[in-house]
C-alpha cells in the first residue's frame, strides 16, 4: 500500500485515510468522507469538485486526479488503478464522454456488482473494483463464491424463492452506522456466501484479475 507522498500543503486534508488494497475509488471516497464526518458529496464540494463516485469509478478527469492527489497525498496513478479505465474495451466497455459502462454483451452484467460479504466484514464495507468485472464470480481471499443478488430476505421485488434479483451496489442501498451497504434494516456483510465446489484450485493467472 502505497503511503501519502509528499509534505503536508494548504491543499492536504490533515486527517489520512489510506485505500485497502484492491479497493475502488468510489468505496474510498465514501469512507474518507465518514471518516470525515461528512457524506462523499460534503467531501467532494469541499474539494471543488462537481463529479459524481460513480462517474469517477469509471475514469478520473485530469482536473480530479490532481485534486484527489493534492488533498490526500496519494499517488496520481495509484488513483488511476482504483478505477476500471484500465479494462476499458477489455472487460468493461466504458463510454467516457458521459463516463458511464455502455450497454454489454448479453453474457456480461450491465450494473451492480457482486461482492464477498466475508470481505466486506473484515474490511469494514470497503468494496472491491474487482467485484465490479464481469469475469469475477469468487474470492479468492476466503475460497467462496461472490453474491450477485441481495442475500438479506425478502422484499416486494423477490421472486418466487424469496431471492431478490435486483442486483447490489454500494451507490444503490443505503449506508448503515458504519457505512456499509444495508438492505432491509441489515448490513450487506451478514450475508453467508456459498462456498466454492471442493477440489477447485483457487489462484489467479499472474497480473491478472479473477
Known sequence: MSSPRGGWTAARIPIVL???PGEAIDS????????????????????????????????????????????????????????LHRFDGIAVTINRRRRIAEHPPAWRRHTGSRYCPTCLREDNGRWQLQWRLPWTFA??????????????GVSEDAD??????ASCAPTNVDAGPRGWGVRLGRHLADGRAREGPPGVSWRSAPGRAV
Do not use: F, K
Open 28 to 83: 474510498w471516497i465514501e469512507a474518507y468522507a465518514r471518516r470525515l464526518r461528512t457524506c462523499s458529496r460534503g467531501l467532494l464540494d469541499s474539494l471543488g469538485l462537481p463529479g459524481s463516485p460513480r462517474h469517477m469509478v469509471m475514469v478520473l478527469t485530469d482536473i480530479e486526479r490532481d485534486v484527489l492527489a493534492a488533498a490526500t497525498g496519494l499517488d496520481p496513478d495509484l488513483l488511476d488503478a482504483m478505477t
Open 160 to 165: 418466487e424463492s424469496g431471492v431478490v434479483r
Open 139 to 152: 474470492c479468492l481471499r476466503h475460497h467462496q463464491l461472490l453474491a450477485d443478488t441481495c442475500l438479506l
Open 18 to 20: 489510506n485505500p485497502v
